[in-house]
């Protein structure tokens, strides 16, 4: 079951959508991961967001293909990612696991961030009107 918040990918080649979904899935984890280590979140429920993440990646790598803009420096992402959550699971939860993880866990996501935009370019030469990752304003 797909969380409330997340945007269903409305047509083939839809990358801001993709992306979004993508984004707010590893967000989703984050705070996921937070609950878990204050046993507010099973392993099961990290799981689950694990496998959305999973979803929403190879969403976002058809959508890019099908616009001929390959992804192939990322393509580790769910394999890094998959390492280090079975690392910090295999431990008790708490919130010292968590501090101890979780600058792994940002480092995953900060490689598949910057390969996303480094994608802008190659998007606005396709004729992509609408950034592949929205500026946020916080």
């Keep these: 079951m797909r969380p409330a918040h997340v945007y269903t990918q ?5 990358v801001p959508s993709a992306v979004r979904n993508l984004l707010l899935s590893t967000k989703e984890l984050q705070e996921t991961l937070r609950r878990w280590s204050i046993a507010q979140a099973t392993e099961t429920q990290v799981s689950d967001v694990y496998v959305q993440i999973g979803t929403d990646f190879n969403a976002t790598i058809h959508a890019f293909a099908h616009h001929r803009i390959e992804l192939n420096d990322i393509h580790s992402f769910p394999k890094e990612l998959r390492t280090v959550l079975e690392q910090c699971l295999a431990e008790d ?5 968590l501090s101890q993880f979780m600058p792994e866990v940002r480092r995953v996501l900060s490689k598949l961030l910057r390969g996303l935009q480094a994608r802008q370019e190659a998007w606005r030469a396709v004729g992509g009107q609408v950034p592949i990752i929205p500026y946020d304003h916080r």
Excluded: A, I, M, N
């Design 10 to 14: 409305r047509t083939l080649g839809d």
């Design 93 to 97: 939860p708490s919130p010292d696991v």
